[in-house]
């Protein structure tokens, strides 16, 4: 399957700080998510985004499909926005339609 | 609006008993993906299924586990006689296309003791 690499691993913020957090993938993909899994563990869809750039908020993410990456921008990072980043991607076949996961980010915002 | 509801969200059993979790999908989703996550690792993906149909099951061990998505209810993944190394966070995720879009449910926490 896929190979999903993600950096960095671990990450550590002071509140108002901005991150980019990095998705690269072994293989060129025609789905991409960005998740968030906050303290809690529940998992939140962020992203949507196969291709091109899309903002929602104070996040951001971007797609390069033919270099096989993708990016999610934090801006003024918050103490909410601690948690467990994922990407995941697929490659849509008659076959499977399973996301492969990166191992995620983890963020933590200090105060 | 409803997501998808999974229950229960925590469930403890002995070792060789039985687990079975539920999954609700949004309302007019009718693909439903099942993933496991172990303690500090990614989601690895266990099944995909369709109405009464198993579509992908590449993920799923080869014993002991089963799932289900019949045509009127939850779709159902059951974990006979379970063991230690079952112990993780499941979650079911659903789409209204094939791998377009997904949306997750909180989980289930299942605890072997």
Same mark, same amino acid.
């Given at each position: 399957g896929i190979q999903v690499e993600q950096s960095p691993p671990d990450l550590i913020l002071q509140e108002g700080a901005n991150s980019t957090l990095r998705c690269n993938f072994s293989d060129s993909v025609n789905n991409l998510q960005w998740f968030h899994q906050n303290p809690w563990g529940q998992l939140i869809n962020l992203f949507y985004i196969p291709s091109g750039t899309k903002q929602n908020g104070r996040l951001s993410a971007t797609t390069v499909a033919t270099e096989r990456y993708s990016l999610l921008y934090i801006s003024s *990072?918050?103490?909410?926005? *601690?948690g467990v980043y994922f990407c995941a991607g697929n490659r849509n076949s008659n076959s499977g339609y399973a996301l492969n996961f990166g191992k995620g980010t983890s963020l933590l915002v200090t105060p | 609006n409803a997501g998808v509801m999974q229950n229960p969200r925590h469930l403890v059993r002995r070792r060789g008993q039985e687990a079975r979790l539920r999954c609700s999908p949004v309302k007019g989703h009718s693909h439903v993906y099942w993933y496991r996550q172990l303690p500090e690792e990614g989601l690895k993906f266990m099944v995909y299924l369709q109405k009464e149909n198993?579509?992908?099951? =590449?993920?799923?061990?080869?014993? @002991?586990f089963s799932a289900e998505f019949p045509k009127e209810g939850p779709s159902i993944l059951r974990i006979q006689? +379970? +063991? @230690? #190394?079952? =112990?993780a966070a499941y979650f079911c995720a659903s789409s209204?296309? #094939?791998?377009?879009g997904y949306t997750f449910g909180s989980g289930t926490r299942l605890t072997v003791v």
């Amino acid at each position: 399957g896929i190979q999903v690499e993600q950096s960095p691993p671990d990450l550590i913020l002071q509140e108002g700080a901005n991150s980019t957090l990095r998705c690269n993938f072994s293989d060129s993909v025609n789905n991409l998510q960005w998740f968030h899994q906050n303290p809690w563990g529940q998992l939140i869809n962020l992203f949507y985004i196969p291709s091109g750039t899309k903002q929602n908020g104070r996040l951001s993410a971007t797609t390069v499909a033919t270099e096989r990456y993708s990016l999610l921008y934090i801006s003024s *990072s918050q103490t909410t926005d *601690s948690g467990v980043y994922f990407c995941a991607g697929n490659r849509n076949s008659n076959s499977g339609y399973a996301l492969n996961f990166g191992k995620g980010t983890s963020l933590l915002v200090t105060p | 609006n409803a997501g998808v509801m999974q229950n229960p969200r925590h469930l403890v059993r002995r070792r060789g008993q039985e687990a079975r979790l539920r999954c609700s999908p949004v309302k007019g989703h009718s693909h439903v993906y099942w993933y496991r996550q172990l303690p500090e690792e990614g989601l690895k993906f266990m099944v995909y299924l369709q109405k009464e149909n198993i579509i992908d099951e =590449s993920g799923m061990p080869k014993e @002991r586990f089963s799932a289900e998505f019949p045509k009127e209810g939850p779709s159902i993944l059951r974990i006979q006689q +379970v +063991v @230690r #190394g079952d =112990s993780a966070a499941y979650f079911c995720a659903s789409s209204a296309k #094939g791998g377009n879009g997904y949306t997750f449910g909180s989980g289930t926490r299942l605890t072997v003791v």
